[in-house]
């Protein structure tokens, strides 16, 4: 084959590749004008799919908060003597680092705790023709469960999840309730009242369940509006709603050299997760107060104990000396008055250093001790130097 019928075939192949990949607008248009329903049709499909799933989808929303963990910074040795000095007196401080805050504020414990406090282990739900959403402060009756039932209902969860289901229907003044009690899902009880006044409480197999009015309702809504509408009141274990919160939050250091911890937690309604937020941080000041207090009462028992101890030792110690002296007719007037006067010497300065100790413990609880300082910072019992007694 020669150079130029390879060139012809090279310029034939060329050109039928760009009418395969030329776009022809004729044709195009054409097809659009001949199936003009279908395309239509699509169109609507797809607009009206997509303003379904931004009217029933619940967004999450996303809110962060940052807490300053206060840990004051010791020189290296000194830290690692007064921890010396604890362990000699056999107590431990609470303070590590912020590692461990930070996982102090994931703990289950801590959410159970805040959970409780703002009774997240009642939620509401308003029941709608298409799909429900979620009330929060809202809604104009509240229930709620007695505390030692409550607190059952985390210690069967070995056993089963033991639940309740509360309806509400509206008319007038008169509330319609439907409520049923589960078991791992199954129901194991029923009721129904017709509730006209309140507070009331009704027994349940869970439970007694109180229903009171809503005294601080948000939004404004007025009560009216909800005759048209029905809600429910799920009551569940409280750790449960303590591990969805755990599993939507997350808390990190800002940086290696700050001690400030960003909490970030993800919720449907944002009014109740900086609700949330508020009081994990309330919790969290209330629990590191309590264990540095119990710090303190500690260290007050067991300074007192041995102050009577070492007083009944010096109380024998001088008691038998007297005895033998006595027995003995031991009588160096001048040797023992100048031994007493050294010993006098050096049991006041003990019994000094042990009044200022005992002088601090004492102001220490007394500050406690005070309503007005319930949630206040004291300072660690470790920042103080408690010296042994030595005889």
Known sequence: ??????????????????ERTSFNFQVVFAMIILNWQWFLLSIVISVSAAMLYLRYTKPVFQM???????????????????????QDLGIMTNSAG???????????????EVVK???????????????????????????DIDPAHLDKLDEDLIESVYSATITFRKSGPRYFIEGTTYKGGMAIGRFERTLTSFPCSIRTKIGTLTFTNNLNRIGGRPLSSYDAITWQATIVPPVLIAKKYLGAMSVQPTSKRTSIAQIT???????????????????????????????????????????AKIDKELGSTEGK????????????????????????????????EATSQVQLINYIREYVNKPSHAYDLILRISEYKISRLQL
Do not use: W
Request: hydrophobic share 30%; glycine share 2%; with cysteine.
């Open 1 to 18: 084959m020669t150079q130029e019928k390879i060139s012809e075939v090279e310029k034939f192949e060329q050109f039928e590749k760009e």
């Open 64 to 86: 962060s908060a940052k807490m300053l963990i206060k840990d004051e910074q010791t020189p290296r040795n000194s830290r690692n003597q007064m921890l010396s000095n604890m």
């Open 98 to 112: 912020i590692d461990n805050e930070v996982e102090v504020l994931q703990s289950s414990i801590l959410a159970r």
């Open 117 to 143: 406090k703002m009774k997240l282990y009642v939620y509401y739900t308003a029941i709608g023709r298409v799909g429900s959403y979620l009330m929060y402060r809202d809604q104009p009756i509240n229930v």
């Open 265 to 307: 937690l993800k919720d449907q309604i944002p009014n109740r997760g900086v609700d949330f937020l508020r009081q994990l941080a309330r919790c969290y000041n209330e629990q590191a107060n309590e264990d540095k207090n119990e710090i303190a009462h500690k260290t007050e028992e067991f300074i007192n104990d041995r102050l």
């Open 321 to 352: 000396l007297e005895g033998y002296k006595k027995r003995n007719n031991v009588t160096q007037l001048q040797l023992d008055a100048t031994n007493s006067l050294q010993q006098s010497a050096q049991f006041s300065d003990k019994l000094q």
